[in-house]
């Protein structure tokens, strides 16, 4: 009596707050919007809380510590900066271009991939930077909990139910992508915003709805990520050409050319709301470095380990960047079982999905034509999450004959995969128990129609069942991916604590040397690093110090550098930090490239015995008393800003050099692509670097062949001896290398080579490799010393057979060098001023010469001297030349980003022309409202 009593009274709850809902929208949506929001808190606080228990922040200690979060501080000052000069002088002056963004890129192009664009990023204004790594967490969150709502937004629109949507969204926001990308790249969580909201545009456009909204999202995602909004325009309009049948059945000819028409149209007047920074961005793209590298030779099928874990990664989010809770795995079964004419795009955005899955060519279409990569795949998961929305509600009135179809399909899955693949059978137990306790519980809700409880009962009982289902699987399969029993993901985080870890020696020490306002660059030790060096000293050095404390670097690390110093780098042979356009590992220590690139201090976090020729301990006076700084060197033989050559050689002339000589002929002569008339063409210019003969001995682990060695076995070593010259740099020189790897699980071979004066690594990348870029030529430094060196020391990390054309030890004397740093120094820019976006400066000469400004060449850039523009030109492969005249000439360097001024106009005639058509159909409807009542009124 008691328990009917109780149900009646449910009932009477539940019937009340339908009845409530039902006379208010409004109240329906704003308890949908509490309740998702509680639920996502539960959610996030249990899927996180191995983070919390560990002590650690979403700060992931590869990209999220090197590019995302010096991005954000960047970004930060960058944005203040714009507000000050707008408070100050009432003028609102971008900052386009910044000498701290590498060795000096574009701040638009640079940083859009990553901040600038990013509403959510805008936030950053108003936080102290004490607190911005509490601010990094807290906007991944952020963008996690307004991906749900927009998923939401995108059900109710399609007339899905708020408890479907709701444990829909929870698929959705705590998926394989979000647990494994997007914590660690937190832009990529705009996508899973951005998506829902195109479709839903979509769904306006289709149905003869206002395409306001389309509109806008082209437009908030095109300035967001250039990167994201290409991936997003695929899948919005495969989503398009699907969905368009199911609105239109009969005249599929006519009105798909209305329906083309407004969809294109919308999309473009999106973009050109953008242009401004779209357009720059685009066009710049071109001249990134990174395009077009791509390690992938097989675009026709993926390894065979890949298929044998591809459905369990699909339906497990601790297993792969695709996957969400098995939840989903019986809807997508039910939903093929029962046929269903409304389900039929939804079927087809699935096969669909599962051939991009299947096919390693689509991956390196969708990643911009770069590599094979399958962060594309938020759109599947929005289409496996929507599907699981659709068929919940099914899931309480399962047949017999479906829930055998259930085990049939389960246990074939199970057995398969136990079969073809022993090796991973730990984590198959897993996901696969998951499934299992799904299946039971599916069964035993249903199992419920037989029992005497009321449908408002047994429809409380299932909801609330599923509910807590859909979190603990989420939690759960959340374990599995973070904890340390298993994947393990958090260990690569940093500690959830200040930013204490960026305190690098540079900044303490920069504060104590005087300050000669200057440009200069600063070098840093810990670029050089290996596994030889004292434990930790690497750690503490970002690529990206100068962004973040606001000097000059020989560093940076981001995915949009200007390709010219990736290609300065191979011109002369310098061995970058990790071999790729992404990143500028400073010039090797290299005494000819500090200058030439202006590096005026060298620091190194403990005490340096062997520096670069020419350098010198900084001293500082304190209470007047003359003070070593210890581990902050001095450049004697530093070059300034604007230095002068009175010569040139063209290109295909220093191409017949090797890469010392090339850098030693810079220290002479500029190289030059054309001839430049009435200056002097460099025709003597004698290479004085040369080749020593030298011995290769193996350990017992090393077979020598000709011009081959197979190593057998890792940390192997192979000493090469030699017979140096005294006040001399010296290089390894390795031409054409070609690496077999012997162990299927490696992709690069990492060589340590170490000197008495020197350490520093070789990293080949195979083709194995995504960033390979087919780098087949390395030097190494081996250091500056005043005795002879006589030999040196290569490690291997791996087991692998190394073919190489060419291998040589190159000396370099530094004999001449000081007397070619006095002739570059003869005339140089003086009085020199950096402000926003400009470069002054006065220089006098008696000759004409060529002005090397330690920039690298851009097309942004403008010249004038004396007031007339000049042209630039490009120079050493690098920096900026500008041909100067003899006496006195007044040098005005201005920046700005190519294409800028054109997407402003671009936008703002659109924005102009969009405001006059919306003022225009506000009117004319007005209009037809006021004929409306009218007409009304003459018949009354």
Known sequence: ?????????????????????????????????????????????????????????????????????????????????????????GKLTVTMWS???????DVINSLNYYVIGDPFQLLC????????????????????????????AFCFRMKKGRFATLIGSICYVFCGYTMYFAIRHPFFELSMVYLPLLLLGVEKILSKESPKLFVFMVFISAISNFYLFYMLSIFTFIYSAVRFFDYHKEQIFKNIGKCLVKFIASYLIGIALAAFIFLPVVIGFFGFGRVGTSGDKNLLYYSYSYYTSFALNMFSPSMGSSGIAPLAFFAVILMFIRKNKKDRSMKILFFIGIVFLLIPVFGYVFNGFNYVSDRWTFAFILIMSFITVTMIPKLSNISKKEFITFLIVTFVFASTFFIIDKNNQKYYVFVLSLMAVTFIVLLLLNLLRKTRLSIPTRNIIFKSTIFVMAIVLVYVSSIALYSKGYKNYTSQFEKAKNTAWYKPTTKNDLAKVPKDNEFYRIDDKALYETDNNPKGTTKSFSYNLGMLYHYDTTSGFLSTFNSNIYN???????????????????????????????VKYYTTSHEETHLPFGYSQVTTVKDGVKQTIPGFYQNDYFLPLGYTYSSYMLTDDFMKM???????????????????LGYTKDTSYKPQTYSVPCSLVPDDNIKLGKNSFTISKKKSTLTINFKGKPNSEMYLKFSGVDVALKQKSDIDLNINVASADNARSILYRTSRDNFCCGLRDFIVNLGYSTDAQTSCTLTFNTTAKVTYDNLSIICNPMDSFPNEVSALKQNTLQNVKITTNKITGDISLDKPKLMCVQMPYSNGWTAHVNGKKTDIIQGNGLYMIIPLQAGYSKISLTY???????????????????????????????????????????IR
């Open 99 to 105: 000498s701290q963004i590498g060795l000096g890129g």
């Open 658 to 676: 090797n890469e010392v000589e090339r850098q030693n002929a810079m220290m002479q002569t500029v190289m030059l692509d054309k001839p430049v």
């Open 568 to 598: 300065y780098f191979k011109l002369v042979g310098s061995t970058t930090a990790d071999q790729t356009p992404s990143f500028i590992g400073g010039f090797d220590k290299r005494t000819i490239l500090n200058a030439l690139g202006g």
């Open 125 to 152: 204004i108003l936080c102290p930077a004490k607190y911005f790594l509490i601010l990094y967490n807290l906007l991944c969150l952020l963008r996690m909990y307004c991906a749900g709502l927009a998923f939401s």
């Open 1 to 89: 009596m008691t328990s009917v009593t109780s149900e009646n009274k449910l009932h009477k709850i539940c019937e009340k707050a339908k009845r409530l809902d039902q006379k208010s929208p409004k109240r329906a949506k704003l308890n949908y919007f509490i309740f998702y929001t509680i639920s996502f808190c539960i959610c996030a606080s249990l899927v996180f809380s191995t983070f919390i228990l560990m002590h650690k922040s979403f700060l992931w200690s590869f990209d999220g510590y090197k590019q995302h979060y010096p991005s954000l501080v960047f970004f930060h000052d960058w944005l203040r900066g714009i507000l000050s000069r707008l408070v100050h002088t």
């Open 896 to 938: 700005e980003t190519p294409f800028f001024n054109a997407g402003l106009i671009i936008s703002g005639i659109t924005l102009f022309l969009c405001i006059i058509a919306l003022c225009m159909l506000r009117m004319h409807k007005r209009e037809k409202e006021i004929e409306k009542v009218a007409s009304v009124t003459i």
